[in-house]
């Protein structure tokens, strides 16, 4: 029974723990590196609006593919935006003092993520759940042209190197806590 208990406990640790500290190692080390933070979040901005996209062209009656790709952006969107909530933004507001850019942006995640519930709970062959996709779409578009242009700018020159360096690691960790 102990040895089960124990191996019990090292399954747990191997497959929930040490992701997370493996992924805040590699994020340290791709920043060590001279990998920006910034451009690993612009690439999840790319693979979220490259899903956005295809869920808005899919026809009326694809309603497994819109399930999947439903599924799919939740999970990027859902890992993206724990890592900005839990690192970037409070960066942001605290080392910035950008307190109402950071507000604006935790809001604007709110409104994302009940645009995903309403699409998740909808029928997907409803004529409404194309209409909503777009919404989220236009959302998700003009929220990544704020960060890239405004709030990634101010927060990389206000940080210092080593700074960076850790935002990078912390990112990849939370990220790693959701995939």
């Known amino acids: 029974m102990a040895a089960f208990a124990g191996g019990a406990a090292l399954a747990v640790i191997a497959s929930r723990v040490l992701p997370p500290l493996v992924a805040q190692m590699a994020g340290t080390a791709r ?16 693979h979220i609006l490259a899903l956005l996209s295809q869920m808005v ?7 497994v593919r819109r399930t999947q790709l439903l599924l799919r952006l939740k999970r990027r969107l859902s890992a993206h935006a724990v890592a ?9 507001h605290d080392d910035v003092h950008a307190t109402e850019d950071a507000k604006q942006l935790y809001g604007e995640h709110a ?3 009940m645009h ?8 997907k062959d409803d004529p409404r759940w194309l ?9 998700v578009t003009q929220h990544i042209r704020q960060e ?7 927060l990389r020159r206000a940080l210092d190197d080593r700074e960076i360096i850790s935002l990078s690691g912390n990112v990849a960790r939370e990220k790693a806590l959701l995939l």
């Open 131 to 139: 209409a909503v996709a777009h919404e989220l779409k236009h959302v």
């Open 111 to 113: 409104e994302m993520k």
């Open 57 to 63: 062209q899919t026809p009326i009656d694809a309603t």
């Open 84 to 92: 900005e909530e839990d690192v970037v933004y409070p960066m942001l």
């Open 116 to 123: 995903l519930f309403a699409l998740e709970r909808m029928a």
């Open 148 to 154: 890239e242009t405004v709030d990634f700018p101010k």
């Open 31 to 46: 920043a060590n590196a001279g990998r920006d933070p910034f451009d690993a979040l612009a690439d999840d901005h790319r």
